[in-house]
């Protein structure tokens, strides 16, 4: 059926976004009268995402965006990029959102950056392209813009919405930008093709990308659904500098157990959790995860989830790791 009264149009909008923020919510947070003449387009932080800012939940594995090996059809999910070859990143646009009804062009950017839990805007992304003159009509838009993957093979990727009428605030802190604007979507995924016995080393940075010169945070390790840990092992190498730093913050944590002088195992499966660790204001700091799949991990998929947290356990920033077996 086609509205004919678009103020109609836009009341019904307006009582579905609402109906939606109250199912996932619990209670719907207050909406702004939509200008005249205002986009809100908006990109998912996650799947519960429906546009409101702040947003509430994960923040950094945007559904919204997908990492393929084609621009044609969407990949139902993240596939495996190589250094050197031309992945394609479709992006999904979302029009409205909660703070705007009109149609209009604008531009998408994308940046990526080393994977890890912290990047401060904009020093330590790196630009991939754009896709300019973009018009969004209701519903769902999605965008390809193809990168020439560059060393190496374990990012992180921010995607920007920016028109005339939808521009984003922006600090420093990544995680901070990217929750109080729905603009703006991080998606820090890492897929892990593995064999049995096989150990699949990833890298990963930690740091801090606030304003505040130093900060204490915890990482803690999930494993929702099928847990990794039992038919695999997890372990992480904090590397000489980060342990030094674990062992004068008192070596606190839990589900975890030392099994070399830089290196922990993660033995709990539903939360590990290594504590105290001090970071300055703009670092990052390596550190290498090490998967290791037993023969009852064969043909299985997982998901293991590495998050930053603060003093107060607010979520500065992960990486989702998606774990699929291949047959021997």
């Known amino acids: 059926m086609i509205l004919r009264n678009q103020r109609r149009r836009r009341t019904l909008l307006a ?6 923020a109250t199912l996932f919510a619990g209670v719907a947070p207050a909406v702004q009268a939509a200008p005249e003449g205002r986009a809100d387009v908006f990109i998912r932080d996650n799947t519960s995402d429906v546009g409101f800012e702040p947003s509430t939940g994960s923040l950094y594995s945007s559904p919204d965006i997908r990492v393929c090996n084609s621009p044609g059809t969407p990949c139902p999910a993240d596939q495996p990029v190589v250094q050197g070859s031309t992945a394609y990143i479709h992006v ?9 009804d009109a149609l209009e062009k604008g531009t998408l950017q994308l940046y990526y950056t080393k994977q890890g839990t912290v990047a401060q805007w904009s020093s330590q992304w790196n630009y991939i392209g754009s896709a ?3 018009s969004v009509p209701y519903g769902v838009k999605r ?5 020439k993957v560059p060393f190496g093979s374990h990012f992180c990727l921010l995607a920007r919405w920016l028109s005339p009428t939808d521009l984003p605030t922006e600090g420093l802190s990544t995680a901070t930008n990217t929750r109080n604007n729905n ?7 890492n897929v892990i093709p593995f064999k049995i016995k096989i150990p699949q080393l990833r890298p990963i940075v930690f740091g801090w990308d606030g304003p505040d010169p130093t900060t204490v945070g915890d990482l803690v390790f999930t494993q929702p659904g099928r847990p990794f ?4 092992r997890i372990t992480i190498d904090l590397g000489p500098d980060l342990a030094a730093r674990w062992r004068a913050g008192g070596a ?17 499966p539903q939360r590990a959790r290594i504590g105290g660790l001090t970071f300055k204001s703009g670092e990052q700091v390596d550190a290498r995860l090490n998967f290791t799949a037993g023969a009852e991990a064969e043909g299985g998929q997982y998901t293991v989830h590495v998050t930053q947290v603060d003093q107060r356990g607010g979520e500065v920033g992960g990486v989702e790791y998606r774990l699929e077996g291949e047959r021997q």
């Open 143 to 147: 965008v390809v813009i193809p990168w």
């Open 229 to 232: 840990t039992g038919p695999g």
């Open 132 to 134: 300019t003159d973009v």
């Open 252 to 268: 606190k944590g839990e589900g975890i157990e030392r099994v070399g002088e830089t290196e922990l195992a993660i033995v709990n």
């Open 15 to 20: 009582s579905a976004v609402l109906a939606v």
């Open 92 to 100: 999904f646009l979302n029009n409205p959102g909660p703070y705007g």
């Open 183 to 189: 603009n703006l979507a991080w998606h820090n995924v």
